[in-house]
């Protein structure tokens, strides 16, 4: 081995050092950004004279190290465990905040609701049975009907209101997952293009796609299938309906969902 050769080999050395620290740098500075995944170099042997010689794997000449790749350190089984858990607490939210509006109609908490007069209605209507012919209770029975009535009706009209800002509501999420299913395309595709390219994954775009995915599933439910020769994923609903694929994003409109590429 020459002189230029030994020195070649630490050359190589320091620059895929410097190149890892760089990356550690770049862990250190990202340690406290929402959704960044922490970066690993992958340091491996300099294969030149192997390749040369056609002696693929071996290192005959020691030609030193060098930085193979970059990766993520992510565990698929955990971000799928978050990904449902997502889902799971933005269907509980959504439920929780509705069913308490509701609860407020009914009123039954304060003991004096639909439950409570229903109860009083029914222990009228049972006194009267007893004695049909006791026009006090003929009186209570109707007087207790009358009450019930008057609050179902009420009832009606204020569940009625909560239904047009809960419409609206509606209306507004879908324009939301439509945009955050175009976004998701356009950043999906830019992976790809890199990657297609030959240079260096786009690691952080992909810790962009994740964080993306995750606000979408407090949405709507979403499977997530990874891309077998590429960087990219396919995006699906919960009953398995595409939602994003490259070049491709699903558009959604009130009763239906139209495909835009």
Same mark, same amino acid.
Do not use: C, W
């Given at each position: 081995?020459t002189i230029?050769?030994?020195?070649n ?11 890892a620290l ?12 929402e ?15 192997a ?12 030609d ?31 439920? #929780? ?28 209507? #049972?006194s ?47 324009? #939301? ?29 992909? #810790? ?16 997530v ?6 960087a ?30």
């Open positions: 081995m230029a050769s030994l020195i080999v630490s050359k190589l050395g320091v620059l895929s050092s410097q190149s760089q990356v550690v740098s770049h862990n250190i500075a990202n340690v406290n950004t959704g960044f995944s922490r970066q690993t170099a992958v340091l491996g042997t300099n294969a030149t004279n390749q040369r010689y056609g002696l693929s794997g071996t290192n005959v000449a020691g030193g190290v060098m930085v193979n790749a970059v990766t993520r350190q992510v565990d698929a089984l955990v971000e799928n465990r978050i990904l449902l858990g997502e889902q799971e607490l933005g269907r509980l939210t959504t439920r #929780d905040r509705f069913l308490m509006m509701v609860e407020d109609e009914f009123n039954d908490l304060d003991g004096d609701g639909f439950s409570q007069r229903m109860a009083s209605f029914f222990e009228a209507a #049972d009267l049975a007893d004695n049909p012919l006791n026009p006090v209770a003929r009186e209570e029975f109707v007087a207790r009907s009358e009450t019930l009535g008057n609050f179902a009706n009420r009832m009606h009209s204020s569940l009625s209101e909560l239904a047009l800002p809960v419409d609206g509501e509606i209306t507004v999420a879908i324009q #939301d997952i439509n945009t955050r299913l175009r976004s998701l395309q356009q950043v999906n595709d830019a992976i790809v293009r890199q990657g297609t390219a030959g240079s260096d994954p786009a690691l952080d775009l992909m #810790d962009k796609r994740q964080t993306m995915i995750r606000e979408l599933s407090e949405l709507m439910d979403v499977q299938l990874d891309q077998p020769n590429s990219g994923i396919t995006l699906l609903s919960g009953s398995g309906r595409m939602l994003m694929d490259q070049g491709f994003s699903a558009q959604f409109e009130r009763g239906s969902i139209s495909n835009v590429t």
